[in-house]
């Protein structure tokens, strides 16, 4: 059965009609009825290597499948708002060219690594033709819209494998937030429950690839942006090495912690889609030579059900307790008082819940053959006092300017020609000036280039270092293979409710360590709280050991089977929520 997308779907393209529309169809027959229920049996959860049976099968076309994809959307996207963009026209233009491909290479046809996967990809990431709202209305304003001239790295490698591209999923302004509202788009809501937060900033992505509005999608990262959001949805969420993967071409929040990564349902879907990802790229310094560095691919050589035995798992100490790391660290001029009231202000206490289910989940990996070592040496307080001097605020407008020279609309590559046109500066969330810490009286932070700064190793590179260092050191001396903790210090919270007496700011985590030292870490679903809302439980490993760590995280799924699809509604509590 063809479902026919009607054309109210030109108005989801841009986002005046999501989820709203209705199909322009006749009641459906006995046999439709039951080719559509055959359908849904086929594509509900369906994985990366079961799509390629079904194509080589001929039991469905790309065109067949990427329609069943947009119904959902249009079916459930007004309550969740997951899905921000749908690019309805070219998706079916490029299942349609893609059905044409295999038809005329009848049976020696040999199809991509993913080919016909549809997918979306996070609003901040630019795709030819689209406007990269980054989640803020700023790139919306009529006549001066952020509209890419041309595809992200990671998005032309995905073309190139074959993926389809639905549409660019909803995200907060800027990628700044725990929690998923944006100015652009409005709410978005948890999939099991949609009156709870699905965490920040890649909520838009974690909600539709696990209400299977698209088979998986990027998430991008630079405090926990992947893996908290991923934590409260059911899915995995790969933080890779920093340098594996280029981030050429997508809006940066801070581009000296900034990463991406694939989102899937599975770990094997998300290795596959890492594959692909990954690679040089000239435009990011970062990603040159790593093929030097890295393991050797594919890393889905490395998903053996048997990776874990043997394996020693670290608990960081500080996690465990609550230590706050400040979000971009602290510059090397702070003064010690300055130092201890944010690492104050940054602290987030474990909940019990939290850590009840945390205890739960690690029995999988025992399960599996791995040790688990909990000690209070295990990087504890002191660490995230070093790693909280890895200060990148000074530099956040350096990779503002970067990217609007490259990927900005044809009228504004700058943020000073963007003030020009539009009449209103960007916010100093992403070219600096104003920093939260003058609410105490401090000045602001100058804007620097990280290359020509002369406080550049105080700052950044030598606590980094050092951070790294106690890292590698904790792990040799304990003769550990990882570590791993909660992707979140509490449970999704209810965003009808206030949270510590405010308005809900999410699930909040203590994991953007990760970050300031670009180590590769990975959520997989670790169980449920009580209530029905997903439980994520993250590993991280050393840097460029990608493959082992997908292995350990397959290993772990394998042996619990954690992954429960959560139960659509098509009416609710939070109706189109903006």
């Known amino acids: 059965m063809r479902i026919r997308v009607s054309a109210c779907l030109a108005l989801v393209v841009v986002g005046l009609l999501s989820g709203t529309c209705l199909y322009a169809q006749d009641a459906p027959s006995v046999n439709a009825r039951a080719s559509q229920t055959a359908m849904d049996r086929d594509l509900l959860e369906v994985t990366i290597p079961r799509l390629e049976e079904l194509y080589r099968a001929h039991k469905y076309t790309v065109t067949e499948v990427v329609e069943w994809y947009l119904a959902r959307i249009a079916r459930y996207n007004g309550i969740y708002r997951a899905v921000q963009t749908v690019d309805t026209q070219n998706a079916l233009a490029t299942a349609a060219r893609e059905d044409a491909e295999a038809k005329a290479g009848g049976s020696g046809f040999r199809r991509r690594p993913m080919w016909g996967v549809p997918i979306v990809t996070k609003a901040n990431t630019s795709i030819k033709g689209l406007v990269t709202t980054d989640g803020w209305k700023g790139y919306l304003i009529p006549g001066h819209e952020l509209v890419a001239p041309k595809d992200a790295t990671i998005v032309a490698k995905l073309r190139a494998a074959g993926a389809v591209i639905l549409g660019q999923t909803n995200m907060p302004d800027f990628a700044a937030s725990d929690t998923n509202r944006s100015t652009a788009f409005g709410r978005t809501g948890n999939a099991y429950d949609v009156r709870f937060s699905p965490g920040g900033s890649s909520g838009g992505t974690v909600t539709a690839v696990t209400s299977n509005f698209a088979l998986l999608g990027n998430g991008t990262d630079t405090g926990n942006s992947i893996r908290m959001p991923s934590a409260t949805s059911s899915v995995v969420g790969v933080f890779p090495t920093r340098g ?101 202000d940054a602290r987030e206490p474990l909940r019990p819940e939290t850590r009840a289910a945390f205890i739960k989940a690690i029995e999988g990996l025992r399960a599996a053959g791995a040790t688990v070592v909990f000690d209070d040496s295990i990087l504890p307080d002191s660490f995230a006092v070093t790693v909280g001097r890895v200060g990148t605020f000074p530099y956040v407008k350096e990779g503002t300017e970067k990217f609007l020279a490259e990927y900005g609309p044809a009228e504004y590559h700058s943020a000073a020609e963007y003030a020009k046109v539009v009449g209103s500066p960007l916010p100093t969330t992403i070219i600096g000036g104003a920093d939260p810490a003058t609410r105490r009286g401090r000045p602001a932070i100058v804007q620097e280039s990280i290359e020509s700064d002369p406080q550049a190793e105080a700052n950044f590179y030598a606590p980094r270092r050092k951070a790294l260092e106690t890292y590698n050191e904790t792990l040799d001396r304990l003769q550990l293979d990882g570590f791993v903790y909660p992707a979140t210090q509490m449970p999704p919270p209810d965003e009808t409710m206030p949270q510590n007496g405010k308005l809900s700011e999410g699930p909040h985590s203590d994991t953007g360590w990760v970050n300031m030292i670009g180590v590769p870490a990975v959520v997989v679903p670790g169980g449920f709280y009580p209530d029905g809302l997903p439980f994520g439980l993250e590993i991280s490993a050393r840097r460029w050991e990608d493959g082992d760590l997908l292995g350990w995280a397959y290993a772990y799924e394998q042996a619990t089977k954690h992954r429960r699809p959560p139960v659509l509604v098509e009416n609710g509590l939070l109706p189109d929520a903006r």
């Open 244 to 344: 594996l993967v280029s981030i050429t071409g997508i809006a940066p929040l801070d581009w000296l912690l900034d990463n991406t990564g694939p989102i899937a349902r599975t770990v094997t879907d998300a290795t596959i889609a890492l594959d692909v990802m990954a690679g040089e790229d000239a435009a990011d310094a970062r990603t040159v030579d790593f093929t030097a560095k890295a393991q050797r691919g594919p890393y889905t050589q490395y998903l053996k059900t048997d990776a874990l035995k043997g394996k020693r798992f670290g608990v960081p100490a500080f996690i465990l307790a609550g230590a706050g790391i400040a979000f971009q660290g602290i510059p090397a001029s702070a003064t010690a008082s300055e130092v201890a009231e944010d690492t104050e």
